[in-house]
Each structure stands twice: as C-alpha cells, then as structure tokens.
C-alpha cells in the first residue's frame, strides 16, 4: 500500500484511491443534556487506479475530538433490517468520483456517553 502527500489536510490518497472527508461545518457545538445537534458529514471517493473498487461506506466514519484535540473513543452499533449486499454497494469506476453524505445528531445517552446517530444510505 501506498499513499501521496496532499495539500489539502481533509483529503489523502491510497493506491491510487482519493479520499477526501466533507463536514457541513468544520466545527460542531455538542449539544446540552436534552438537546440533539444536527450534523452532515461525509466523504469524497475518486478512483484513480486502474480497476474498479467498492467501499462499505457506512464504516467510514469521522474522527472526533474532544475540547483538547484528542480522539474520543468510538464503538459502533448497526441496526439494520436486512444485511447490505454487494449490488447495494456502489462499484466506483475508474476517473470517477462518488459522495457518500450521511445525517446524523449527537445526543446524550444518559449523562456520560456522547451518541452520533444516523442513517447511512446509498
């Protein structure tokens, strides 16, 4: 595997492979005890390799950091009504590129554990 240095700090480029990660806002205020704080995040995938790839893209998800800029930790939970398929996976061919958004909230489960909460769609 290799990767490219970029100038843009939200974008990285494995094996001919572009990511480029997309916020609605570069900065999000957390929510009070109570309240939900609506964010969008997503990313950008071009295929620059020779081949086609397909991405799960709802396993990408973003790093978030606490008021000291350190990562929080993260689990994921997946309540799904059926498993995804290969064919509901987009096949991202080569010199094209594909945006993957999903709406999500952050909101308080309890008083200790910070939830972000979304639907990931194709």
Request: hydrophobic share 40%; charged share 25%.
């Amino acid at each position: 595997m290799s990767s490219c240095e970029s100038n843009n700090p939200n974008a990285i480029e494995v094996d001919g492979i572009g990511f480029e990660t997309m916020m609605s806002e570069e900065m999000v205020r957390l929510p009070k005890i109570g309240e939900e704080i609506p964010v969008q995040f997503g990313v950008r995938i071009t295929n620059q390799a020779s081949i086609p790839y397909r991405f799960d893209l709802p396993l990408i998800l973003p790093e978030i950091l606490d008021p000291h800029g350190k990562a929080m930790h993260i689990s994921l939970n997946k309540n799904a009504t059926r498993e995804v398929e290969k064919s509901d996976i987009p096949l991202i061919i080569p010199r094209e590129s594909f945006d993957f958004f999903m709406d999500a909230k952050f909101n308080w489960y309890g008083e200790n554990y910070l939830r972000l909460l979304g639907n990931a769609i194709y």
